[in-house]
């Protein structure tokens, strides 16, 4: 599949409120030839962008109002005060716009921590959810602090967040040196496809320098998330038919491994061969196919 945008229908850009924060969505609006369009919304993951779904979202244009966010910290919305980015503050944030946006019962289509964030939205609220596809869905990670003495933990955490108060932004002389870093980091991305993810993704500084979107503080992990036992609760809530995609080089610990799809009611596990993490960006046609397939 040809990875430059058709631009068929240009999306708009909109903004939202969640918790004083004013987030930012793109909306590709009601496909002309439908009275009216089931929503299909998009979440990416960490330190990703809404424009990482252009190639995807051209491909259900003719059937879905689509719909991608930037999560807080991420893209064109704003940064939290304070720099805690805790899974249930994204949660909300997907809440709230479904919610504002009226796009229940909703589709979506969720990648990396974005697949973990759309499970916990499907299983707190089943009803809105039609249908739910995780692609390499960060599943139940054992986390840095995991078997630490409560108060080793929490002296990690300051640790980690002091770091990061301290660390400075990465600045890049050119935008060719932020393409070229991009495809360092997914050696699979084509030079259009980095190009473009790094125009959308980083900002230009005063100075003439490039540097990404993204808030640091989304690299902190919090002391405490939700207990494991918890989270198999809220997936096992989810009653909609769910698909998970995983890479066959992928990370490790994501939805569907060792077992984990057993803690849904409907599902549908299948691999992307000759992909890594970004399997939407490394094998576009198929995780098109086994969407189009799922979605009927």
Request: with cysteine.
């Amino acid at each position: 599949m040809d990875t430059t945008p058709l631009n068929t229908r240009r999306p708009t850009s909109h903004s939202y409120f969640s918790q004083r924060l004013r987030l930012h969505y793109l909306d590709w609006g009601q496909p002309p030839e439908l009275d009216e369009a089931p929503a299909l919304l998009l979440v990416h993951g960490i330190q990703d962008h809404c424009r990482s779904w252009d190639w995807f979202a051209e491909a259900f244009l003719d059937r879905f109002r689509v719909i991608a966010p930037d999560l807080r910290g991420h893209g064109d919305s704003e940064w939290a005060q304070g720099g805690a980015y805790q899974q249930l503050d994204y949660v909300y944030d997907l809440a709230q716009l479904v919610e504002q946006a009226e796009l229940a019962p909703v589709t979506m289509v969720a990648h990396s921590m974005g697949g973990s964030l759309a499970a916990l939205y499907a299983g707190a609220y089943p009803d809105s959810v039609a249908r739910l596809v995780s692609i390499e869905g960060i599943g139940l990670w054992p986390g840095w602090t995991q078997g630490m003495a409560a108060d080793r933990r929490v002296r990690e955490w300051v640790r980690g967040n002091r770091d990061l108060a301290g660390r400075l932004v990465r600045r890049y002389s050119s935008l060719d040196e932020a393409v070229a870093r991009m495809q360092r980091a997914n050696p699979h991305l084509s030079p259009d496809q980095a190009r473009h993810l790094t125009v959308h993704g980083a900002n230009q500084n005063e100075d003439g320098t490039y540097s990404w979107k993204f808030d640091n503080y989304t690299h902190a992990w919090g002391a405490y998330g939700i207990p494991q036992d918890q989270i198999v609760q809220l997936w096992s809530s989810i009653t909609c038919p769910v698909l998970i995609l995983n890479a066959d080089g992928g990370f490790d610990h994501r939805i569907g491994h060792d077992g984990t799809d057993a803690y849904f009611r409907d599902v549908r596990v299948e691999t992307i061969t000759d992909a890594g993490h970004w399997a939407h960006h490394d094998q576009l046609d198929e995780v098109v196919v086994q969407c189009e397939l799922f979605f009927g």
